[in-house]
């Protein structure tokens, strides 16, 4: 008997959702003691967008980006099985932001839950929802990545506002029997980096009292030097992994999409691929790091550009520690028009 099919799980549309409000370098250099030059030199980023509307935060993001996807793609909410939803900044710490989407949108058939994973987030939630899809669980999930940085930024330390904005993005993944979709992927924590990059309260071990308030407890930290330590050769690795158990080459690697933190680190990636600079997707100068949202606003952005059969490594690393890389093939051409 003639062998089926293998089923694999192939993204068919993308969207995304920036604000409108932009936070320059210039804007930086009154708030803290910084300037365009030291920001660009470290870490790439001119600015970064800002949701400034108190009553919108990362469910509306979300839902926008999907909404986007979804147009593209012709097909209305009810035709989605599941939403996942990776973020560290929830609208509420229950119920999940997937849960508000799923009602913003109206895909009543739909069921799905958030994915905390930081940087990472995205690219776990790809493997979880590619794994649903091989299995024959669903058809069709709407993977999104959002996050919305700026409520956990403590505007006077430059180790951190400097480098995040607000940004969502989504990404249609559908059943395939044509070779294309996700491949492989590899994924990684090391817990002992935790405090490394963390934000302290607002969990069950230190609830929000007016003594972590006071104390600035709830704003992300990070100890710079050991995250850059970490994730320059952590997502690095990563993505030579990848290549090595797909045997994949400089050659026949299409595009790289890292995740967008800082341009030494990418830049370090891309050179232990062995990758040419013209193949690395960037946007981190115009949006800065969106935490999950960084690889799909990457796809967005870059939509235009990719051409069905094309080979795409997808790269991250976040807290936690938080890191792992996703090979797949583009399933269309360019930009589908919007329905």
């Not at 979709?181 to 090391?190: A, E, I, K, L, P």
């Not at 935490?291 to 235009?304: F, K, M, Q, V």
Request: net charge negative; with cysteine; hydrophobic share 40%.
């Amino acid at each position: 008997m003639p062998q089926a099919p293998r089923r694999t799980a192939a993204i068919t549309a993308v969207g995304a959702y920036l604000p409108e409000d932009r936070l320059t370098n210039a804007d930086l250099e009154k708030m803290v003691d910084t300037n365009d030059e030291w920001i660009r030199s470290r870490t790439g980023i001119v600015e970064r967008r800002i949701l400034r509307d108190p009553n919108k935060a990362t469910a509306f993001m979300a839902t926008r980006a999907a909404q986007e996807a979804l147009d593209k793609r012709g097909l209305s909410a009810e035709d989605v099985d599941v939403i996942l939803v990776a973020t560290i900044t929830p609208d509420m710490v229950f119920p999940a932001t997937a849960c508000l989407v799923q009602n913003n949108l109206g895909a009543s058939g739909a069921w799905g839950y958030d994915i905390s994973a930081a940087c990472s987030g995205f690219l776990y939630a790809l493997s979880t929802a590619t794994s649903m899809i091989e299995s024959g669980q669903a058809q069709r999930i709407l993977v999104i990545g959002g996050d919305t940085m700026s409520r956990i930024i403590d505007y006077t330390d430059r180790t951190t506002c400097v480098i995040f904005g607000d940004g969502a993005g989504a990404v249609l993944l559908e059943a395939n029997e044509e070779g294309y979709g996700v491949h492989d992927s590899v994924s990684y924590v090391d817990g002992s980096g935790a405090e490394s990059l963390c934000m302290e309260a607002g969990g069950s071990l230190r609830p929000a009292t007016h003594a972590t308030v006071e104390a600035g407890m709830h704003y992300a930290r990070q100890d710079g030097r050991a995250v850059f330590k970490r994730a320059v050769v952590g997502m690095a690795e990563a993505a030579a992994e990848i290549m090595e158990r797909n045997r994949l080459t400089a050659d026949n690697v299409d595009w790289l999409v890292p995740h967008q933190a800082n341009l030494r680190i990418i830049d370090a990636t891309r050179k232990r691929m062995d990758l040419p600079a013209e193949k690395v997707m960037l946007n981190i100068e115009r949006y800065g790091n969106t935490t999950a949202g960084t690889l799909p606003l990457c796809l967005w952005d870059w939509e235009s550009k990719l051409r069905k059969g094309d080979n795409i490594v997808l790269a991250a690393f976040g807290g936690g520690f938080t890191w792992g890389a996703t090979y797949l093939t583009w399933a269309y051409d360019g930009a589908p028009e919007a329905a």
